[in-house]
């Protein structure tokens, strides 16, 4: 696809901010469609990193699932481990690549909340990594805003 | 809006005796309010003999909001400050019928020749933030200061006792996490496990708490003069911290921890704090309360995210609130809980 989609909002946006934005009358309608531009912007961006950013949330989220596994004898929420960690995306939409994000989230949160029950070192050092993996995988979602100018 | 003009002049020459030939001479929708409409509209009406004009601001229930309470909260918030040395708009009227506007609202006066500034800015202060930051601590203050008993805010607000702030505010904010997130929150969820397994200690006493206390939700002048506070939607009583934690939170910062709200220092702010409200700041609870915003914040945001996706409510500042303050908030929350949790591990 040529432009593709990004340029495409990118452009749509630059219009709306610099030509239709400043002829609308009143505050409201104007801060509205600065801010769907402002979401344009941001679409933009996601629109190339999107599936990246959940195939690296997914890849980091399955090492400590299976790690995890280790550290815990339940039986159902080995179950719970054992089938998140295996999951797949069944294509490479970001609906499907979400429906395994979020099954393995889900996941990371029984995990975690196990491990921070066991009160011991090993325990300790698994809800450590467990937390630096989230503040990166939360790092990878924010957007870029545009410039102050 | 010409229907919304001339509806509420209909009520206004309904509600306000000895008045006639009611006319909404402007009216303009406000930008942001996402938890209700706001408009502002001027009216031109016979009062006496006399041509009045007077402004009006009105505040809406929409139908879908970022935050569910009821009207009457922010009316009677305003109705106990106006007057004192905490600066808001005179409440004029409280409508739950329907047949007026639809849906519930209030009126309160124009506070003219005011703006408020955006919250996501590095700078929307210049050279008025030290003066303004300087006001922004001392109204925290006198809010906290003033009895809820004698300004007539325990007769509509509920009085936890001091030992049960931390978890009333909890308990009420994990609720709405599990009933509108959109999808599994571990960062969220690991953070209210940590603020149950370390709860804060009692507040020496019970306060008005703003709820919504930070930069954005003020109105001030081009000499820095704070004329307004604004937006008491999520007014309780509780923890006088919970303010505080809220309006140093650093998403109102640009991420900057040390400058609440991009103005004056924090540190020079709880000093003036101090002063204002009569109280010392306990840094165990502020670290527990500090976290506490943070899970606040998502709670409202995923509200706004479910909002917007369910269609209840397009507004697009729903989206934005639930993408973008999600996401920032979430990583602001990621590493507050990877440090605390390294502390606990060295301890």
Redesign the interface.
């Known amino acids: 696809m040529r432009p593709e989609a990004d340029h495409i909002l990118l452009g749509a946006c630059a219009e709306l901010s610099a030509s239709i934005a400043p002829a609308l009358p009143g505050d409201y309608a104007t801060g509205t469609l600065n801010l769907i531009g402002l979401m344009m912007f941001m679409v933009a961006g996601e629109y190339d990193r999107a599936a990246d950013v959940r195939h690296a949330d997914i890849e980091a989220m399955r090492v400590l699932l299976r790690d995890g596994l280790a550290l815990v004898h339940d039986p159902s929420l080995r179950a719970t481990l054992e089938a998140a960690s295996a999951a797949t995306p069944a294509s490479l939409r970001i609906s499907a690549l979400d429906a395994v994000h979020d099954q393995m989230a889900a996941a990371i949160i029984d995990l975690h909340a196990a491990v921070e029950a066991r009160h011991d070192r090993t325990g300790e050092a698994l809800a450590t990594r467990i937390w630096s993996a989230l503040v990166d995988m939360s790092d990878r979602h924010v957007p870029s805003l545009p410039s102050p100018t | 809006m010409d229907e919304i003009r001339q509806r509420f002049a209909r009520y206004l020459a309904a509600r306000m005796e000895g008045i006639t030939d009611v006319e909404i001479v402007t009216a303009?929708?406000?930008?942001?309010g996402a938890s209700r409409e706001t408009y502002r509209l001027r009216a031109r009406y016979l009062q006496e003999g006399a041509t009045v004009e007077r402004g009006f601001v009105l505040r809406r229930d929409p139908t879908g909001s970022l935050i569910e309470t009821e009207r009457d909260v922010e009316y009677n918030a305003y109705r106990a400050y106006h007057g004192t040395d905490v600066p808001v708009p005179e409440p004029l009227f409280l409508e739950m019928d329907g047949q007026w506007l639809d849906r519930p609202f209030f009126v309160m006066e124009e506070i003219t020749g005011c703006t408020a500034a955006p919250p996501?800015?590095?700078d929307p202060y210049g050279p008025l933030r030290d003066r303004i930051g300087t006001q922004f601590w001392n109204i925290l203050g006198a809010i906290h200061r003033a009895d809820p008993a004698a300004r007539g805010l325990t007769r509509c607000l509920d009085m936890p006792a001091p030992a049960d702030c931390w978890r009333q505010a909890l308990d009420y904010w994990a609720a709405v996490i599990d009933a509108d997130a959109l999808?599994?929150?571990?960062?969220v969820?690991?953070a209210i496990?940590w603020l149950r397994r370390n709860p804060p200690p009692a507040p020496p006493r019970v306060t008005v708490i703003h709820g919504d206390y930070r930069t954005g939700n003020f109105l001030y002048d081009d000499t820095g003069t704070i004329r307004a506070v604004l937006d008491w939607e999520m007014c309780h009583l509780g923890d006088p911290h919970e303010d505080i934690a809220w309006a140093a939170d650093p998403l109102w910062a640009f991420g900057d921890p040390t400058r609440a709200g991009t103005m004056i220092p924090t540190e020079e702010g709880l000093r003036l704090w101090t002063q204002a409200s009569g109280m010392a700041v306990n840094p165990e609870s502020l670290r527990w309360w500090q976290v506490f915003a943070m899970v606040k914040g998502l709670a409202i945001w995923l509200s706004s995210s479910r909002e917007y996706a369910t269609g209840s409510n397009r507004?697009?500042?729903l989206?934005?609130s639930g993408?973008?303050c999600t996401?920032?908030h979430?990583?602001m929350?990621?590493?507050r809980?990877?440090d605390l949790?390294?502390e606990?591990?060295a301890a």
């Open positions: 303009a929708r406000l930008h942001g996501f800015q590095p999808s599994p929150q571990p960062i969820q690991g496990r507004d697009p500042i989206a934005f993408w973008f996401a920032a979430n990583r929350l990621a590493e809980l990877r949790t390294l606990e591990c």
